[in-house]
């Protein structure tokens, strides 16, 4: 009896696994290391970007090119000295699909 519950367990659990991982599309991935997967409630060190009020042009500039919080206001307490990196390796198609990503949980 003890066999067959762990099966039918261990069976839930490799058959829920891909959902998991479906949860956001693998462009994201990058992201996800600092700003968690939106709607969830622990952000790890960056805002949650469903909150973000930028545009694609400025979504895709602030992928390229990092950001500046020094000597603006911040947009979520907590982040006011501190400064995303430019990240290395997003091409455009996938700033595109993570910008619509986060459109859609807002």
Known sequence: MLKAVFAVVVSFVILAAPAFAADF???????KTCHGIPGEAKKKMGP???NSKLDLA???????NG????????????????KMKPVKGVKPDDVKVIFD????KK
């Open 67 to 82: 950001s500046k919080w020094d000597g603006r206001p911040a947009k979520q307490a907590g982040f006011e000295k501190k």
């Open 25 to 31: 599309p693998k462009p994201y991935k990058k992201c």
């Open 58 to 64: 400025g979504f895709k500039n602030m992928v390229a």
């Open 48 to 50: 949650n970007l469903a």
């Open 101 to 104: 990503y986060v459109q859609s």
